[in-house]
Structure formats: C-alpha cells, structure tokens
C-alpha cells in the first residue's frame, strides 16, 4: 500500500476528527435549555447546520471534481473554525443559526465533500469500503473526546468560551491538513487488494454524469433511502442528553454521547469492511431494519443501561450510512464524478437532519414525550430498509454522452 496514500487517509482522518464537533451538538442544546430556549428552538441552530451542510457538500463536490482538493478543503476549515469564533459573541438565536447554522455548517460540507472522492482515488476500487469506513470513524470519534472537553469548558466558563476554543483549535489542526491533501498523479495505478476484486472493479462505470445519474432509478431510490434512513440517527445524536433526562432522569448524560460516538464510529468502520464482503446494499438494508426495531423500543429505555444499548444501536444503525453510500455510488456511478454525484445524493442527508431532529422537538414540546418521533422515525427507516432492497446491484446507469 503506498505511503503516500497512508498519510493521505491519515490526514483526512485528523480533519474529520475536527469538523465532528457537530456530534457534540447534544451537550450544547443543554446549555441552551438552562439559558431558557425551548427543545425546538435549541434543534433549530443543529438543523440548519445540517441543511447547510448537505447542500455546501453538493458545491463543493462539483468544485473539487473540476479543480481538485486542497483549495476547497483549505477554505472548507477556514469557514468552519471561523463560522464558531462567530457564533461565541453572542448565544441569540439569530446568531446562532447564522454563525454555527450557516458558516460552520457550509465549513463542514466543503471539508467533507473533499475527503472520500481524495481518498478512495489514492485506493483501489476493492478497498472503498475500507476506506470510506475509517474516514467516517473518524468523524464519528469526534464525538468521543469533543463531548467531555465541551462539558468540561461549559462547566469552567461559558457556552461562549467555549465555542470560541472549539473554533480556534478546529483552525489550528485542520486548516494545516488541508494545505498537504491533493490528489494523486494522473498516471497513478494503486495495488488491489485481491485478483479478484481486481477484475470486478473493471466492470465498473467511472465516468457517469450528474445528469445521467439522475436518470436512474437507483438514484431516486438511495436518496429517499438516505433520508429516511437519516432521520433516527441525527435525531438521537441532537436530542440524547435531554431524552436522558426526559426518560431516565439523568441529569449529566454526557456519557452517552461518547457511548453514541463509540458505536457510531466503531459501527462504521465494521460496516465499511464488511460491506466489502457482503456487499454495500445488504449491508445497509440489514442495518435500516436493525435500526427500525431500535426506535420502536427507545421508549421503553430508561435506565443507562437500557439508554446505552439504544444509543449503541442507534450508533450502528446510522454510522453505516455514512460509511456505504459512498461505496454504492461509486459502485453504481464510478469515481470521476464521484464528488458531484454523492453531493447531489448527500441532500437527502440534510433532509434526514431537518426531519428527525425537528420530530422530536415538536414531539416533547407538545406532547412532553419522545415517543411519537420514535415511532415515526421507526416507521421512515423501515421505508427506508424496503427501498433499498427493491435495488438491483446489477443495474447499471447509461453511459455518458459528454462531461457536464
């Protein structure tokens, strides 16, 4: 395996474990109930977050297609360490929404869009899985060391310092990574993995257009897949603090952040790899119906142990999201436009995030509870699980007339 290619995924790794401080978005909506805001007004910052997030990623992915990497991933950590300095000068919805929802949050989709494409095309097609399963651990790890360190400076200081630190350090660590991310050679041949593989990925389109993608019906069918599969995990990762309380009386539930990050991320990685094995959509379709069970129980957890499975499973269930869409589209679509199309596919992720986060506030602020976001949430992931078993691996979209 080449050197270069290891410091390369290394890299995006160390940038990812940077922008995940969106995971930690739990540990902030707490300190903005104590501040007074209702549960849909402290989602409202996290969801625009991820709308902007989505449709930036869609941007940027077209941007790096056509002029490489570093300089959108370089303006890609500028924006989002910027976009939280911001956000700590005032702790007003306005701003908030503004700052974090907006500039952080289109910081974030222009770091993301260049990190897969970049990555898998230093690999060989037989280890996509691989690779798009450690990129999303590490975003997902974020979460694991950035919820006790936000708990921590919220505790000794304010939410405002601490969105101040959390957006230097994001400047200090992942603004230098980006300025070392390019693509490889244009002669570059990387090793498989397997003879066999090998020959399979062969037979795999890799000039597919945005255009031509969308008129595939596999397409239409991953992206509802996408959003509906998304909108259980985003809405646990935003609300699981306060459903601790809500559910078991837990009043510092910090810890089941970094439980949620643990599986989400450990779940990404054993995904990823075995999508490798099995294939990526049996992969994802067992994961969909593992997750609609979940939902369907969450209700009933209320004690840590109980909140900790559900949020493990919860973790599993939405951490391969991320790590095998990327691996179906580049299946099904190839790699040359890859940051096009999985930005175009990636929206769905941004409407998953409006949908599952705002579920639930309306639900506990009318109704005091949680449980009919689970429920429907249960109700779109098992939608989501039938979608994707109605694809076909085998189909193939028409070939490319010309290069948009």
């Known amino acids: 395996m080449n050197n270069k290619a290891i410091r390369i995924l290394a890299a995006g790794c160390g940038i990812n474990l940077c922008i995940g401080v969106l995971y930690t978005w739990s540990v902030f909506k707490n300190a903005l109930i104590d501040l007074g805001w209702t549960h849909t007004q402290a989602s409202l910052p996290y969801t625009i977050t991820i709308v902007t997030l989505s449709f930036a990623l869609l941007v940027a992915g077209r941007i790096q297609d056509q002029f490489g990497p570093k300089k959108v991933l370089m303006l890609g950590t500028l924006t989002a360490g910027i976009g939280m300095m911001l956000s700590s000068l005032s702790v ?24 897969n494409p970049t990555a ?46 959390l957006g230097v350090g994001l400047l200090v660590i992942a603004f230098p990574l980006a300025c070392f991310f390019t693509n490889p050679p244009l002669d570059f041949k990387p090793t498989a993995a397997k003879a066999k593989q090998k020959s399979q990925a062969s037979k795999q389109s890799d000039d597919t257009v945005w255009r031509d993608m969308l008129a595939t019906r596999p397409f239409y ?58 294939g990526a959509l049996k992969t994802l379709s067992f994961a969909m119906l593992l997750q609609a069970v979940n939902m369907l129980l969450f209700s009933q957890f209320d004690s840590s142990f109980t909140l900790i499975i559900g949020v493990g499973l919860a973790g599993i269930g939405y951490g391969t999201l991320l790590a095998v869409f990327p691996s179906v589209i580049a299946d099904l679509y190839g790699l040359k436009n890859f940051g096009t199309n999985y930005g175009i596919l990636y929206t769905a992720w941004g409407i998953g995030g409006f949908i599952g986060p705002m579920l639930a506030g309306w ?36 070939q490319a007339t010309n290069l948009i």
């Open 92 to 115: 007003s919805p306005i701003n908030l929404c503004l700052s974090f929802g907006v500039l952080t949050g289109t910081g974030i989709g222009f770091s993301y869009a260049c990190l």
């Open 120 to 165: 898998m095309k230093w690999f060989h097609s037989s280890r996509k899985g691989m690779v798009n399963g450690t990129l999303a651990t590490a975003f997902g790890l974020a979460a694991l060391y950035l919820a006790p360190l936000t708990s921590f400076l919220i505790t000794k200081f304010d939410l405002q310092v601490s969105l101040r630190i």
């Open 221 to 278: 069918l991953l992206w509802f897949a996408y959003a509906f599969g998304a909108s259980a995990g985003l809405m646990i990762i935003a609300n699981i603090t306060t459903i601790a309380a809500e559910q078991a009386s837990i009043m510092n539930g910090a810890y089941l952040v970094v439980a949620l990050a643990i599986f989400n991320s450990g779940g990404r990685l054993a995904t990823g790899l075995l999508s490798d094995k099995i």
């Open 363 to 398: 639900s506990v602020d009318t109704f005091g509870h949680y449980d009919l976001a689970y429920f429907l949430c249960a109700a779109l992931v098992f939608v989501a699980a039938i979608l994707l078993l109605r694809i076909k691996p085998t189909e193939r979209p028409i």
